[in-house]
């Protein structure tokens, strides 16, 4: 294979990789209801982003139907991650998460 394919090939995962990766910030939480611990949350992102930590499937969701990317968490862990970023929003800060293949961090933000 020639050097420059090699290149090619290379630029475009590494492209591929960085396109997963994505920081959310979070500005609002709003009840979805009738669920009580699952919230719509207003973000950066143009998707609707949901975290729903009573549902049978718990975790972070972006997008809706069969396209949406969804980020399983064990309910202790979903529920802590509501509780931060409720206590940013009551600071009247953002919250932020790095996600690309799996919730990294999280982080209250300006």
């Not at 290379?10 to 959310?24: G, H, K």
């Not at 209801?33 to 998707?47: A, C, G, V």
């Not at 990317?69 to 009247?92: H, I, N, W």
Request: aromatic residues 4%; glycine residues 4%.
């Amino acid at each position: 294979m020639k050097p420059a394919s090699i290149a090619l090939i290379l630029t475009s995962l590494l492209l591929s990789a960085s396109a997963l990766a994505d920081e959310i910030r979070v500005k609002k939480m709003t009840k979805d209801t009738p669920l009580e611990r699952s919230f719509i949350l207003q973000t950066n992102l143009t998707e609707k982003v949901v975290i729903d930590c009573q549902s049978f499937i718990q975790g972070l969701r972006i997008g809706e139907g069969g396209t949406a990317l969804v980020y399983l968490m064990d309910p202790q862990d979903c529920e802590a991650l509501q509780g931060r970023m409720r206590t940013s929003l009551r600071k009247f800060r953002h919250h932020c998460m790095d996600v690309d293949t799996d919730i990294h961090s999280d982080w209250t933000c300006d």
